[in-house]
Nanobody, 117 residues
Framework: QVQLVESGGGLVQAGGSLTLSCAAS????????MGWYRQAPGKQRELVAT???????NYADSVKGRFTISRDNANNTVLLQMNSLNPEDTAVYYC???????????WGKGTQVTVSS
């Protein structure tokens, strides 16, 4: 399975921006779906955004129009540009990869995003 390492988290004021990066240990060209999930304290992990091998993108309703996911196959990286952040975006953000048949999930260890009001 591919190894994933997230970076770019931190503390930001409401209305601010952050860009998260997910670096994969090998080529992601063949990986079916790359995505970002988040987990806030006391809540279940939830989908933030996904991007398929073919470039199809899906966003959670709560982040549509504010977050942008992109996939850089040349650098084995997936980015999550987050704008207009609010305190409800505070969570640990995890990178995810779905590959193979049957599908196998790989997860990074997460990066903390904290948005202050």
């Amino acid at each position: 399975q591919v190894q994933l390492v997230e970076s770019g988290g931190g503390l930001v004021q409401a209305g601010g921006s952050l860009t998260l990066s997910c670096a994969a240990s090998r080529s992601i060209i063949s990986i079916k779906v790359m995505g970002w999930y988040r987990q806030a304290p006391g809540k279940q992990r939830e989908l933030v955004a996904t991007i398929t091998r073919g470039g199809t993108i899906n966003y959670a309703d709560s982040v549509k129009g504010r977050f942008t996911i992109s996939r850089d196959n040349a650098n084995n990286t997936v980015l999550l540009q987050m704008n207009s952040l609010n305190p409800e975006d505070t969570a640990v953000y995890y990178c995810n990869a779905v590959e193979g048949v049957p599908s196998a999930n790989s997860w990074g260890k997460g990066t903390q995003v904290t948005v202050s009001s």
